[in-house]
């Protein structure tokens, strides 16, 4: 089975611009987990789509927003940049239905200037 | 207090050592425990599992969780240098399985 994929990898943004990374939950997964990971404050759970509907949220401000689609795959948009934005996003897929084992990509480091 | 404690090391060991790896919480609604392997530029990968209290073993991995205490350990035996990454606890309770509480991760070095 394949893995969790993110796209892109790598991004260079400038303050105050928006962007939007995407994730591709393991075939037959349908939870969709966000996290943000900087060196200060490690990882940080962002939000939780399953069935296409926000199961849990984070501590984030609204500029962090996301969605899911009908076939599991999920992005998540943060609006109006800024340089703590920068940091790796790291999405996780589960099963769901109560099962708490998540599965992660490799991340998208994003880098705001 | 923040609800998962994790001493950040660095932990250096020599190979072969027996390492010993821990992270205290404060949030007794926690029931899911997991421990994930983070090496340099790649995303966490999923080690050990463990619902609830009790132990759990995978090859060189032992998992030990310990309600009473709010306290979970992970040992790693025969420690190799491709053990040598970033390990993080995380946990979650029910009905928020998809919110993971990580610990801030120890660094382990394993010396050939």
């Known amino acids: 089975k394949a893995g969790v994929t993110q796209t892109p990898r790598y991004l260079i943004k400038t303050r105050g611009q928006q962007v939007t990374l995407s994730c591709s939950p393991i075939?037959?997964?349908?939870?969709v987990s966000w996290y943000q990971q900087t060196p200060g404050q490690g990882l940080q759970f962002l939000f939780e789509?399953?069935?296409?509907?926000?199961?849990n949220k984070g501590n984030f401000p609204g500029r962090f927003s996301g969605r899911q689609f009908s076939n599991s795959r999920s992005e998540m948009n943060v609006s109006t940049l800024e340089l703590g934005d920068s940091a790796l996003y790291l999405c996780?897929?589960?099963?769901?239905?109560?099962?708490?084992?998540?599965?992660f990509g490799p991340g998208t480091r994003l880098t705001v200037t | 207090q923040k609800e998962v404690e994790q001493d950040p090391g660095p932990l250096s060991v020599p190979e072969g050592a027996i390492v010993s790896l821990n992270c205290t919480y404060s949030?007794?609604?926690?029931?899911?425990f997991m421990w994930y392997r983070q090496y340099s530029r790649k995303g966490p990968e999923l080690l050990m599992y463990?619902?609830?209290?009790g132990n759990k073993e995978d090859g060189r991995f032992t998992a030990q969780v310990d309600k009473s205490s709010k306290y979970i350990s992970l040992f790693i035996r025969d420690s190799q240098p491709s053990d040598s990454a970033t390990y993080l606890c995380?946990?979650?309770?029910?009905?928020?399985?998809?919110?993971?509480?990580f610990g801030k991760g120890t660094k382990l070095s394993v010396k050939p």
């Open positions: 789509y399953f069935s296409e509907t926000q199961r």
């Open positions: 995380a946990m979650s309770q029910w009905g928020s399985q998809g919110n993971l509480i």
């Open positions: 075939s037959g997964h349908r939870s």
């Open positions: 996780a897929s589960s099963p769901g239905t109560g099962i708490a084992e998540q599965y």
């Open positions: 463990t619902y609830s209290s």
């Open positions: 949030n007794s609604a926690f029931q899911y």
